[in-house]
Nanobody, 121 residues
Framework: QVQVVESGGGLVQAGGSLRLSCVAS????????MGWYRQAPGKQRELVAG???????VYADSFKGRFTISRDNAKKMFYLQMNSLKPEDTAVYYC???????????????WGQGTQVTVSS
């Protein structure tokens, strides 16, 4: 089994910054891809940024220039640095990982429980 846990959310004023963290633990042979998603009240979950299967960072257009994704492979941790936050960035932010648990196994997908980000105006 794999656990994915996000942290770092909170309340911040508009224009401020937050750094979210995501850690994956458990039976992990490899993390093949991952993504940060968010879901605002009444809206669908959307991709913010992630790492592709080739290890390249990818960003949804809306977040390019403000958000930066990074990773620490040794710690199985991923980060989302969010700058110049706006009230419309208020949402629950989720981490998703595509994991191979043992060599040769099918890929599994795991979500964290989410971390709330609230941006006040």
């Amino acid at each position: 089994q794999v656990q994915v846990v996000e942290s770092g959310g909170g309340l911040v004023q508009a224009g401020g910054s937050l750094r979210l963290s995501c850690v994956a633990s458990g039976s992990i042979f490899s993390i093949n891809a991952m993504g940060w998603y968010r879901q605002a009240p009444g809206k669908q979950r959307e991709l913010v940024a992630g790492f592709s299967r080739f290890g390249r960072p990818v960003y949804a257009d809306s977040f390019k220039g403000r958000f930066t994704i990074s990773r620490d492979n040794a710690k199985k941790m991923f980060y989302l640095q969010m700058n110049s936050l706006k009230p419309e960035d208020t949402a629950v932010y989720y981490c998703n990982t595509d994991v191979t648990e043992v060599p040769g196994a099918n890929e599994s997908h795991y979500w964290g429980q989410g971390t709330q980000v609230t941006v006040s105006s």
